[in-house]
């Protein structure tokens, strides 16, 4: 099944099913400004996210795609701007306090513990939901034992849904490319996030792996309900899978809208997609 083809099945199906409703703006970015030093990372950058979209964010190489997400789960702070996020302005967020808000995060480059299992990588992704400490975790009686076998029954169920049921014990290092991307993908869903940002989750993947983890994406946002917030070079899957997209070039916003208003934008085609698009 070409890309194309499978995620417009997997969109019929979920409005078969009665579909998932776009909501209200739940991460609204006005006016970000970002610099290190005499480097201008952002410029006056404003879109939204609306609650349980798919919004990609595109550019060429340097663009500051991967800035912006930083700048929204707390890893940057930028010097202008300010960044609501259900309503609430953010000041100073720190990246524990974006999970603790339900904002998780994969990266373009694979941080996964290589000698650890896949059951294992995953089930770090529960720490903030684990209410034990480390005294008590040692001691492992009474309430968290039986803590520890709820969360593994959770983990279980995302090891289900990726489909990895077969790899569940395998050290993570030992798989290929994809399944660790996948993995990935599961620890951060074991955070039970109500926003995923996903940096280049297809990045290196032959083309049986990206319609693997483009289904997985799609049935994330139709299942759970979880918004998702996705940087892909792949014009194929993002044209077909977003609800909207921003476009960024040298920082700045040059592109904004449904996927066929960025597809005809005369300022996108000049910068990235290129004549042939």
């Known amino acids: 099944m070409m890309m194309n083809d499978m995620a417009v099945a997997a969109q019929a199906a979920a409005s078969a099913s009665g579909?998932?409703?776009?909501?209200?703006?739940?991460?609204?970015?006005?006016?970000?400004s970002l610099r290190f030093g005499g480097v201008k990372a952002l410029t006056d950058i404003s879109f939204n996210v609306r609650e349980h979209e798919i919004r990609s964010i595109i550019g060429p190489n340097g663009a500051g795609k991967s800035s912006m997400l930083n700048v929204i789960n707390g890893v940057y702070h930028p010097q202008e701007g300010r960044i609501l996020f259900r309503g609430q302005e953010r000041r100073k967020m720190e990246p524990h306090m974006a999970a603790t808000q339900g904002i998780a995060r994969t990266f373009q480059n694979i941080a996964l513990f290589k000698g650890m299992s896949v059951l294992d990588n995953i089930m770090t992704g529960r720490n903030l939901k684990m209410k034990s400490n480390i005294f008590q975790q040692a001691l492992y009686w009474g309430a968290v034992q039986k803590e520890e076998i709820a969360h593994r029954e959770k983990v279980e169920e995302i090891i289900d849904f990726l489909e990895i049921q077969s790899v569940r014990k395998t050290p993570v290092g030992q798989l290929p490319y994809g399944l660790q991307k996948r993995v990935e993908l599961g620890r951060a869903l074991a955070a039970e996030p109500t926003m995923l940002l996903l940096d280049e989750p297809m990045a290196g993947m032959n083309v049986e792996e990206k319609q693997d983890m483009c289904r997985f994406i799609l049935d994330v946002n139709d299942q759970f309900g979880t918004t998702i917030v996705l940087i892909e070079h792949d014009m194929g899957v993002v044209m077909d899978i977003s609800d909207?997209?921003?476009v960024l070039d040298y920082g700045k916003k040059i592109g904004?809208?449904?996927?066929?208003?960025?597809?005809?934008?005369?300022?996108?085609?000049?910068?990235?997609?290129?004549?042939?698009?």
Do not use: C, K, W
Request: net charge negative; hydrophobic share 35%; aromatic share 2%.
């Open 256 to 277: 904004d809208g449904a996927p066929d208003e960025v597809r005809n934008n005369e300022d996108v085609i000049r910068a990235y997609l290129g004549t042939s698009h």
């Open 244 to 246: 909207r997209v921003v």
């Open 19 to 32: 579909g998932r409703r776009i909501g209200d703006v739940v991460l609204d970015l006005q006016n970000i």
